[in-house]
């Protein structure tokens, strides 16, 4: 050990300016991670009674005003940093808060932020997907919150308003590292035009995947229509995994990794089954578009398709309804979405099949707001990330347009008016599963990406899950590798 | 060139030139369509059609709080690029070719092979930490000399390679008549390599994006990485129309670069 | 400056002198040495650890030695790139773009002036619009659905960059990337002699030969100088990754996409700096193999 710590000692130097305070700093609070979890620098001594009174804080998120997540960047500097001000200013605090947007691609965003903590500036404070928070934790990017901003984390009301399931997004061995504050839930989607003209009923709902089988042949008897889309290509990305293979792993019963063993796991039937699933779509039954697959913007190309009618059965996530088919605003609208778009749950292979022998699953994913360990105002950056995600500050910043935030008192309120979002708010969550946040799962998630893609190009799943295996074992290393399912 | 055949074969030739000449421009044309019209539509998809015409794509980046902005930016960080760039390669191909240093095209075939490691991926951690150690995060400037480090050996490559066979007798009759060697440098040279720099830097996203941290610094090509989903969706309506917008200054500086220097050497250097 | 009184005037007709030239080239070296050579550098020693972006070892790097090194050369995927790469590279650049930009600037050098004037703009429109605008260009002229191309062709539903990856960015580099060679050939056809060309002519000689006899010896230089600029271009260019995303099945993952995915999908600094230092080897047998070629010349030119 003693070796191998100098050299790294050595490379932090290369890596990182302040190298030896940071190899320091990381020892203590490892040390102080151990025996007793307050007592960090940075955070350990927070004391709302003798805080600064003028603390200036900077958050920033991939949000950018006129481009992605336009919504959200103009509520944060329009209304959020305003209230928060106030609310401050009535406790005797004059706070500076200003955003940073950014509203890039999300890989550009995560590289960003992890060069900008990593050089140990960074901005106070800031959103990250639920599924960066393990990596960012184990690199020290991320410290438990209550390390950061003392015990009153754990105090704070509203985490009684998000459920056990969200909050995972936001947790890392155990620990809360982040604020979870929206998630998302995938379903299927159906055209219920092209349903009618294949005499398929308009509230559809299939108990297995046998039951999408004979609704795709029947809709295969419409001529120009892609029974079914399910995304199965590498350049889909991400979209792939999520959307596509894990749910139909959830529904064999299966899954990528296990939690208690802390193990990934080998691919065994439920794998192969989901495999087999698109085997069925994309070559045997020959419901789906594999060129569609393949193509670099098939994502994009898949949602126009949709909205013009031409695909039949489509899994996706409630995004698709919210940003994409939207009629005011998405990017394929739809203007008759609210009539002719039906939803229905994703079933699993047979009923009771599914995880936790559910009948019906589903996968989600969602973003945290967290605190960079390094601030010079932990307590002016938790009091920003509770006052963000209280109940006022949630209604507000979903604003008219109907979202799933993390809080369930909100969406009760708020979803009332949106069909499609209350079924994902009451039926989807309850059942729903999440990505394990571990720091290999990107690259787990491109094994699974190749998996797919092989077997839409006509390889059988058991080869491609074989291939799996092996690329999984040289991945995390045998040793992390656990007998399958 | 003074004689003119009109013998058949000549015809024939003349038949087969234009006959090429016409299929290259469709060649060449056929991408840029998507550019003309897209912008202009409604509602965009990837063909090429102006089914409803309209010109709010351009109002709406109009009221876009960094659309216009990040092209001034761009003209910052190309046109600094482009002046160091130049007039830092210029100047030390002159010195190279002039003065016999040993192991010269070594280091500067070193340095020209070194260049795509910096351009590539993964010196971004270097280049950041770099820039941080500095204290050229969120500077222009920084973004500048990251590019003009990259850029400089390419540019001393093909300056040199001009200047090393540039006649000395040009050489020795400009300097007769008074002219120094950075006015010969800037007659016979700048408007070769004058585009590449600018032209490098204007489609660079990864650089300034990881070295500018506010946003009111962003140059165009960042900025239309911004016109997408959550979920990475495309909104073609403002990426055509941006496009289009972040196409013109470039196509402008083509055309002020062809119309002042006609984008080629002076015709005065002969043998 | 003792070096440049007369012994070396020859080498010297400016009248720089040493401490000058140095002057001169200063400001060049000064920003290489700190914003080229160091950060190159300290790429390559990443190189040789584990370091990534994010995760364990992002905290604790340590050497992996030449672990790196020989999992890329082992892996199967990177042999298939790196074969990918040179067709790539000799069929857009060694040949498409080198030959097309010498057709364009032989064939314009006496063409009318609009004419010249035309085909310049487009060809040189198709090298300064920015990358991600010409991705979205070609996207949209190749889309199985409703591409141009299809149209024109009366070839609806064929996917051009799925069915025939390679060949589409050979193409699409082709179309990108003329533009530079046409630009320094013209410069470089500027400098043969008309008056060599006009006794060629008066001796009979057909174009061929005139190209042959007088055109190519007086260009070979930049020649070899255009080729061994766009080969290390279009060897480092990632702009492919826009229209095929190196797909389909990684049919058309060139090195630069596949360092791309290892260093910013994957944040595999490590691994991606090793794989841009075995690039840069593959670079340096490129440009010795140029230099040789650039040596014989000067060689003959003494004879």
């Known amino acids: 050990m003693g070796a191998r710590s100098a050299r790294s000692r050595n490379l932090r130097d290369l890596t990182s300016p302040t190298a030896l305070t940071a190899i320091a700093v990381a020892a203590v609070t490892l040390a102080a991670g151990c025996s007793s979890s307050t ?124 459920p056990n399931a969200v909050q995972a997004l936001g947790e890392y061995q155990g620990k809360r590292y982040g604020v979870p504050n929206g998630t998302d839930g995938r379903v299927v989607f159906y055209n219920k035009k092209l ?30 229509v892609t029974p079914i889309q399910w995304d199965g290509g590498v350049p889909m990305g991400e979209a792939t995994t999520i959307q596509g293979f894990l749910p139909l792993l959830a529904g064999a019963g299966g899954s990528l990794y296990d939690a208690d063993k802390g193990k990934w796991l080998k691919p065994g039937k439920a794998f192969t089954d989901a495999l087999g699933f698109y085997q069925k779509v994309y070559a045997t039954g020959g419901y789906g578009d594999s060129v569609l697959q393949q193509d670099a913007k098939g994502r994009d190309k898949s949602f126009a398709e949709f909205a013009a009618g031409k695909i039949g059965i489509y899994a996706e996530s409630d995004y ?75 209604e507000s910043r979903i604003g008219g347009a109907a979202k799933i935030t993390a809080r369930a008192d909100v969406n009760q309120d708020v979803l009332a008016g949106d069909p499609m979002l209350k079924l994902v708010s009451e039926k989807v969550l309850p059942i729903t599963s999440f990505r394990p946040s571990q720091a290999a799962y990107n690259d787990v998630s491109a094994l699974v990406q190749k998996a797919v893609a092989a077997v839409v190009g006509g390889t059988g799943p058991a080869e491609a899950a074989a291939a799996y295996e092996k690329g999984l074992e040289a991945l995390v290393g045998a040793g992390s590798v656990a007998g399958g399912s | 060139m003074t004689m003119r055949d009109t013998t058949t074969g000549a015809v024939v030739t003349k038949i087969g030139r234009y006959t090429f000449l016409s299929v290259l421009l469709g060649f060449f044309a056929l991408p840029m369509l998507w550019l003309a019209s897209a912008p202009f539509n409604a509602h965009p998809t990837l063909n090429v059609s102006i089914s409803s015409f309209t010109l709010h794509n351009f109002s ?212 | 400056m003792a070096r440049a009184a007369s012994p070396a005037a020859a080498e010297d007709p400016a009248g720089l002198g040493r401490a000058r030239a140095a ?98 703009a487009l060809v040189l429109l198709a090298w300064i619009l920015p990358s991600s605008v010409v991705a979205f260009l070609w996207v949209a002229l190749l889309d199985r659905d409703a591409g ?19 060949s589409t960015i050979i193409v699409f580099n082709i179309w990108r990337g003329t533009a530079f060679s046409m630009l320094l050939y013209s410069a470089a056809l500027t400098g043969v002699p008309p008056s060599q060309l006009a006794t060629a002519r008066m001796f009979g000689a057909n174009q061929w030969q005139q190209l042959r006899d007088v055109v190519f010896p007086h260009i070979r230089g930049h020649i070899l100088t255009n080729l061994l600029l766009i080969s290390l271009w279009t060897f480092n260019d990632f702009t492919p990754y826009q229209i095929t995303a190196g797909g389909p099945d990684d049919k058309s993952d060139i090195l630069p996409v596949y360092i791309y995915r290892t260093a910013l999908f994957d944040g595999q600094m490590g691994l991606g700096a090793a794989i841009s230092l075995l690039m840069l080897v593959i670079n340096l047998v490129v440009a010795l193999v140029y230099l040789r070629l650039l040596r014989e010349r000067r060689l003959e030119r003494v004879v």
């Not at chain 2, 280091?107 to 010196?123: C, D, K, R």
């Not at chain 3, 191309?149 to 960059?161: F, S, V, Y």
């Open chain 1, 39 to 162: 007592s960090a620098p940075g955070g350990g001594n927070v004391n709302s009674a003798n805080q600064p009174k003028n603390p200036t804080l900077v958050i920033t998120a991939n949000d950018i005003s006129g481009g992605k997540n336009a919504a959200e960047a103009d509520w944060i500097t329009k209304t959020l940093i305003p209230d928060f001000v106030k609310a401050e200013a009535a406790k005797g605090i004059t706070a500076s808060v200003t955003f940073r947007p950014n509203g890039v691609d999300d890989n550009a965003y995560k590289s960003k932020l992890a060069l900008d903590l990593q050089s140990g500036t960074g901005d106070d404070v800031f959103a990250l997907d639920g599924i960066w928070v393990g990596e960012f934790a184990d690199a020290g990017y991320l410290k438990p919150l209550a390390d950061v901003a003392g015990t009153q984390v754990n105090d704070w009301d509203g985490w009684k308003q998000i």
């Open chain 1, 195 to 224: 349903f009618a003209q294949a005499g398929l009923p308009a509230d559809w709902q299939p108990k297995s995947w046998q039951d999408i089988y004979d609704a795709a042949d029947k809709l295969k008897t419409l001529s120009g």
């Open chain 1, 320 to 394: 698709m309804w919210r940003s994409v088919l939207n009629p005011s605003g998405g990017t394929a609208p739809m203007a008759d979405r609210n009539t002719g778009v039906g939803y229905a749950l994703i079933p699993a292979e047979t009923p009771g099949s599914g995880v936790r022998d559910q009948d019906f699953v589903s996968y989600s994913g969602g973003s945290d707001w967290s605190i960079n360990p390094k601030t010079k105002y932990p307590q002016a950056a938790w009091d920003f990330l509770a006052f963000m995600n209280s109940k006022a500050e949630t």
């Open chain 2, 60 to 271: 709406v980046l109009l009221k876009d709080p960094y659309a216009l902005p990040s092209l001034w930016n761009s003209l910052l960080l190309a046109g600094g690029t482009a002046l160091l760039t130049v007039g830092f390669a210029a100047a030390a191909a002159y010195a190279l070719s002039r003065v016999r240093v040993p192991g010269r095209d070594g280091i500067l075939y070193a340095l020209l092979l070194l260049s795509s490691i910096v351009t590539g991926t993964a010196a971004m951690v270097p280049l950041f930490q770099l820039a941080f150690k500095l204290h050229l995060i969120d500077s222009r400037l920084g973004v500048i000399l990251v590019f003009t480090g990259g850029l400089i050996p390419a540019a001393i490559f093909i300056l040199k390679d001009f200047t090393d066979s540039t006649p000395k007798s040009y050489e020795e009759s400009a300097r007769v008549f008074g002219a120094t060697p950075f006015q010969i440098i800037r007659h016979i040279v700048l408007p070769l390599i004058r585009p590449g720099p600018v032209v490098n830097v204007w489609g660079s996203f990864l650089i300034p994006y990881i070295l500018v941290r506010n946003p009111d610094k962003y140059p165009a090509a960042v900025v239309l990485y911004t016109f997408y989903t959550e979920g990475g969706q495309p909104n073609l309506a403002l990426i055509s129309a941006f496009s289009l917008l972040y196409s013109i200054p470039v196509i402008l500086l083509y055309l002020f670069v062809s119309h002042r220097y006609g984008f080629r050497f002076h015709g005065g250097i002969k043998r």
């Open chain 3, 23 to 120: 002057g001169i080239a200063a400001p060049a070296l000064l920003v290489v040495l700190a914003f080229l050579v160091f950060p190159a550098l300290w790429t390559l020693y990443l190189g040789t650890t584990n370091y990534r972006l994010t995760g364990f070892a992002a905290r604790h790097p340590h050497s992996v030695g030449t672990d790196n090194y020989t999992n890329v050369v082992k892996d199967p995927a990177f042999h298939h790139s790196l074969w990918l790469t040179f067709e790539y590279v000799l069929g857009s650049a060694v040949i498409g773009q080198a030959l097309l930009g010498f057709v364009i600037a032989w064939m314009l050098r006496d063409a009318a002036g609009w004419l010249k004037r035309l085909v310049e």
């Open chain 3, 148 to 166: 141009t191309l299809n149209t024109l062709l009366h070839t609806p539903g064929t996917a051009w960059a799925i069915e025939h990856p390679m």
